[in-house]
Structure formats: structure tokens, C-alpha cells
């Protein structure tokens, strides 16, 4: 089993649809979480970091259950340039520094 | 200017043959990372350095080396490589502020071994 998992994907979505995307870790000594957003042959690049209370910017807003493990990202009135890779990722420093990436989902928006 | 530079950014190479991936950054950040991505493999690090005379490896560090030639300079090399070693290879940078370790990532280098 993987450390970090994601949803398989692809998720094919009407503009202003809301999407939501699930990771889930399996080490409980895991310390900080973020999802990144990756364009096709592109770098990935930081979305938002995931704190325990949640957080919100704009559009996304971002959930962490410790109890379950679990991370989710959910995109609101989706757009057209939406439609990326969003990487789960997952970090920890107890017993050796540890960051792992999930797989990824791809969001396709359409109009 | 990017603030996380990689050269070169494409290459075909052959079987065998030694080559270098480098790095630099102008952010001021301590810590760098080389990563690979393949598809549907997700992103996996390779090497991280911590401070200029600090190497640790990473989850695929076999038939990879790196050196920090300084805290803004981080190459990877791959002695000899072969077509497996065929991926997407990412440099990133982060500091440590808050413990949170956000990533930074170059535009990447697209390997190619034949």
C-alpha cells in the first residue's frame, strides 16, 4: 500500500461545478500536509498548506482529519483553468525527514 | 528571473554515459531537493541536502549521486546511466519556517536515455 493515496481520476467537470479531491496517509507521525497543483510538463506549484482548523482561499478550501488520516481539497465554481494535477503531499521529521507525493488526480473542466 | 533555475532543461543521452542535472536558486532557501517523476508514479525524491555539508538520500537513491557545491547550487549526476533512469527530474528548494517546509520547484529537465 502507498504511503500518500489519491483519488485515480480523471474527474471531468461542467464550469461551476464543485470538485472534490481526497488523500489519505497511512503514518500517523505525519506533520504537515499541502496540495500542489501541476500543469501538463509543467513544475508543480504550492495550492495551499492544510492545517488542523482547515483553511480557505477564495475558491479552495482545504480539510485534515488526523483521526482518519485524511486530506481533502475542495474547489468551488470551478473554471476552465481549474483543470490541472493536484498533488497530495505529505511531510514528516520524526525518524529521518520523510516528503512524499501522491500520485495525483487530473481535473479536466469543461465549458 | 526564476528563483529556481535547472540546466539543461532537455537532453537525450545514450546508454552508459555520465551525466549532470543542475541546479540553482536565488530564494535564500537552505534546503534543496532533487526529485523524479514518472507517470503515474507521482513525484519521488531522489537526494536532499539540508545545508551546504549536508547529503541524505531519498526514497530511489541508487545510480544517483548529488554535490552542494554551495547553499544557492545543487547537481545531480548520474554516473552511468541507463534507460530507466529515462523520467522528468525536478530541483526544488524550501526553508523551514514554522516547520512547514513548503516546497519551491525549478521548471524541471526532461531526460531522456536511449
Known amino acids: 500500500r502507498k504511503e500518500v493515496e489519491q483519488d485515480p481520476g480523471p474527474f471531468n467537470v461542467p464550469e461551476g461545478a464543485t470538485v472534490a479531491f481526497n488523500c489519505t496517509y497511512s503514518n500517523s507521525a505525519s506533520q504537515s500536509f499541502f496540495w500542489y497543483r501541476q500543469d501538463c510538463r509543467k513544475e508543480p506549484k504550492l495550492l495551499m498548506s492544510?492545517?488542523?482548523s482547515g483553511n480557505e482561499d477564495g475558491r479552495f478550501t482545504a480539510q485534515l482529519n488526523r483521526a482518519s488520516q485524511y486530506i481533502s481539497l475542495l474547489i468551488r465554481d470551478s473554471k476552465l483553468s481549474d483543470s490541472a494535477t493536484y498533488l497530495c503531499?505529505?511531510?514528516?521529521?520524526?525518524?529521518?525527514?520523510?516528503?512524499?507525493f501522491g500520485a495525483g488526480t487530473r481535473l479536466f473542466v469543461k465549458a | 528571473d526564476a528563483d529556481v533555475t535547472q540546466t539543461p532543461r532537455n537532453r537525450i543521452t545514450k546508454t552508459g554515459k555520465r551525466i549532470m542535472l543542475e541546479c540553482s536558486q536565488t530564494k535564500g532557501h537552505d534546503r534543496m531537493y532533487w526529485y523524479r517523476q514518472d507517470p503515474g508514479l507521482g513525484l519521488r525524491l531522489i537526494y536532499y541536502?539540508?545545508?551546504?555539508?549536508?547529503?541524505n538520500k531519498g526514497e530511489i537513491s541508487d545510480g544517483y549521486s548529488v554535490s552542494r557545491q554551495a547553499q544557492a547550487k545543487f547537481s545531480l549526476s548520474l554516473e552511468s546511466a541507463i534507460p530507466n533512469q529515462t523520467a522528468l527530474y525536478f530541483c526544488?528548494?524550501?526553508?523551514?519556517?514554522?516547520?512547514?517546509?513548503?516546497?519551491?520547484f525549478g521548471p524541471g529537465t526532461r531526460l531522456t536515455v536511449l
Open positions: 503531499v505529505v511531510n514528516r521529521n520524526t525518524g529521518g525527514f520523510k516528503t512524499i
Open positions: 541536502s539540508f545545508d551546504v555539508k549536508d547529503i
Open positions: 526544488a528548494t524550501s526553508d523551514f519556517a514554522g516547520g512547514y517546509n513548503e516546497q519551491f
Open positions: 492544510v492545517y488542523s
